[in-house]
């Protein structure tokens, strides 16, 4: 007679993990509002957004050459250009391009691109935050 073996199976134990990662899989490619996103940076940070925190931080030099406004402009309601290829970059606030902070995934593979640009390392959740708010704030 075979004794069981003292270790579970591996097959039943990633059944329950496969079903969490397509639920978070699916988590992730749900669109979101860019007033979600917003609050989630705010939450993850602790506290709420300041938007004119968020303006400071997007106009002005944070320790290198280039700011977000570089690339988006001083008031990113409209199309910018990628400093150093010219590349066009639509407007980045949301009410002037639907598509702007809709995909967290997306959201966040920008602020780290461009927080290394700018800040010279990732930003903190604060700083997604109040610049986020800030974005919302920015009406046609």
Known sequence: MQRPSPHPSWSRLARP???CLL???A???????PAQIAAGYAASA?????PERGRRFFTTTQGHEWRCASCHGELPTQAGRHAATGKPIAPLAPAFD???F???AKVEKWFHRNCNDVV???CTAAEKADVTAWLLTLRP
């Open 120 to 122: 010279g390392r990732p």
């Open 17 to 19: 993990a496969s079903g």
């Open 23 to 25: 639920v978070v899989a």
């Open 98 to 100: 639907a598509q702007r």
């Open 27 to 33: 988590a992730l490619v749900q669109a979101a509002t």
């Open 46 to 50: 602790g506290a709420p957004a300041d």
């Open 102 to 104: 809709t995909d967290a």
